[in-house]
């Protein structure tokens, strides 16, 4: 992969990232470029082995919203960025690791949730730089984790989907349907802020034939202060549709949407 990817006609940085397994790491000897999930924003959903990849490393670098979570947690440089200087951001960030120094990169919840494309771009950056360094997840609690325990919907019978990446999301949105209206799961998905919002794919459902009467809560902000859960039906969820900008939705992009199937009560003998 190359800076030259096109989101639309590929290849995806996330194919990248997931191309082959990850190689055997002696973290002692390979000294290893960490991928930290630092869980939804709040410090005491950051597991103990993130907190130290962080606090050790001589470089952090993620979006800026990321690492105001966890600047507080180590004297290392923090280089910070958004979109349009990610690449920039990542190219220094290559270049100080193969310089010697340790790097840490921190994105939201856990990178296997809904972080493969940065963990890509991550990884080529490296390669490219520092093709001798290996980069290893180190994973954390996500949004999703604790949107399926708000929602009591067990992972096991729950469909999950996130839309909260770059690109064409129409296989995405066949999932949620095939999901809801054939399979009967409950469902969990990261909506993209702010043209697939939790109304936009409760109106989507609908066209799909879900049921409008299904349990739809939108949960925004978890573990933060103002945490706060929306619940609807599905049909009262999809008034929210429509819109591309922040006016046009009442959330946040700090948001889950969960969709809960009705539990059929257990025939008693």
């Given amino acids: 992969m190359s800076d030259d990817y096109d989101l639309e006609a590929g290849p995806d940085p996330a194919t990248f990232a997931a191309e082959v397994a990850e190689p055997d790491i002696d973290e002692k000897t390979d000294d ?34 990321v690492v105001e979570f966890v600047e507080d947690l180590t ?17 220094t960030f290559g270049e100080r690791v193969a310089a010697g120094e340790s790097g840490t990169v921190v994105a939201m919840g856990d990178p296997n949730h809904s972080g493969y494309q940065f963990v890509g771009k991550v ?28 929602a009591r919907t067990p992972m096991e019978d729950t469909e999950f989907v996130t839309l909260h990446k770059s690109g064409d999301l129409e296989a995405d949105m066949e999932r949620l349907a095939a999901a809801v209206v054939d399979d009967h799961r409950h469902l ?6 702010y043209d697939r919002m939790p109304g936009d794919i409760a109106a989507f459902l609908l066209e799909r034939g879900a049921d409008p009467d299904l349990e739809a809560l939108v949960l925004e902000k978890l573990t933060h202060e103002d945490e706060e859960i929306h619940r609807f039906t599905l049909a009262e969820l999809s008034d929210h549709a429509g819109g591309t900008g922040t006016d046009d939705t009442p959330f946040s992009d700090l948001v889950v949407l969960a969709v809960r199937q009705p539990v059929e009560a257990k025939a008693t003998t």
Avoid: H, M
């Fill in 188 to 193: 969990l998905v990261l909506p993209r802020p």
């Fill in 123 to 150: 990884q080529d950056a490296v390669e490219r730089e520092a093709p001798d360094t290996p980069v290893r997840i180190v994973p954390g609690i996500s949004s999703l984790q604790l949107a399926a325990s708000r």
């Fill in 32 to 65: 290893p470029v960490y991928a930290v999930g630092v869980g939804p924003g709040n410090q005491e959903y950051l597991t103990p082995r993130g907190e130290r990849a962080i606090r050790e490393a001589d470089v952090v670098v993620g979006f800026t919203t």
């Fill in 75 to 91: 004297d290392a440089e923090l280089l910070t960025c958004g979109y349009k200087d990610e690449a920039e951001a990542l190219e």
